[in-house]
T-cell receptor
Framework: AQSVTQLGSHVSVSEGALVLLRCNYS??????LFWYVQYPNQGLQLLLK??????LVKGINGFEAEFKKSETSFHLTKPSAHMSDAAEYFC???????????FGAGTRLAVHP | DTGVSQDPRHKITKRGQNVTFRCDPI?????LYWYRQTLGQGPEFLTY????????KSRLLSDRFSAERPKGSFSTLEIQRTEQGDSAMYLC??????????????FGEGSRLTVL
């Protein structure tokens, strides 16, 4: 069955520090993987996606993620956190028919000065 | 604004009442999705449409829930005889027919339901 596990419901980093948000997936077919961000009182926005092309995917706002099949992981990173990165981040995997997304529980990122 | 719009943004109702949410997708998008999000959880899939056809419904969509997309444009999600457990954010998203191949669902800001 398709599923996503996000390790750590809350992550706190200092401004300028590395951001690492963890996502592990389970999929019975080659997966499509996504990271979305949700700012307060806003809809989910796509950060980046993996759809079987390059395994290192670059997204908006300096974020990137690497697809590692052997580890069934798709962790999100950013070299230097900004205060504006504070938000909730969701990892998602496509279903077996590539028709819909299955989301993880989310990780809330706090950035402190 | 050409994004996905949802109405109302907030709805407070008493247990047992019926509520209806509306979603207007991006105009050229053929697929429309409904998700539900509760506090501390990620969005959970409810149902999706390809044009006017409802192609899949989640087990979460009990008999009290009904979704329609007449003429393949806007969609409505109705909840009958609301229960406190229905309190959640209801999210609508749309995509092109090959949305997941190109990789993106576009989400609205959601309709928050509070059942007293």
């Amino acid at each position: 069955a398709q599923s996503v596990t996000q390790l750590g419901s809350h992550v706190s980093v200092s401004e300028g520090a590395l951001v690492l948000l963890r996502c592990n997936y389970s999929s019975s077919v080659p997966p499509y993987l996504f990271w979305y961000v949700q700012y307060p009182n806003q809809g989910l926005q796509l950060l980046l996606k993996y759809t079987s092309a390059a395994t290192l995917v670059k997204g908006i706002n300096g974020f990137e993620a690497e697809f590692k099949k052997s580890e069934t992981s798709f962790h999100l990173t950013k070299p230097s956190a900004h205060m504006s990165d504070a938000a909730e981040y969701f990892c998602a995997v496509s279903d077996r028919g590539y028709n819909k997304l299955i989301f993880g529980a989310g990780t809330r990122l706090a950035v402190h000065p | 604004d050409t994004g996905v719009s949802q109405d109302p943004r907030h709805k407070i109702t008493k247990r047992g009442q019926n509520v209806t949410f509306r979603c207007d997708p991006i105009s050229e998008h053929n697929r429309l999705y409904w998700y539900r999000q509760t506090l501390g959880q990620g969005p959970e899939f409810l149902t999706y449409f390809q044009n006017e056809a409802q192609l899949e419904k989640s087990r979460l969509l009990s008999d009290r829930f009904s979704a329609e997309r007449p003429k393949g444009s806007f969609s409505t999600l109705e909840i009958q005889r609301t229960e406190q457990g229905d309190s959640a954010m209801y999210l609508c998203a749309s995509s092109l027919r090959a949305g997941l191949t190109t990789g993106e669902l576009f989400f609205g800001e959601g309709s928050r339901l509070t059942v007293l």
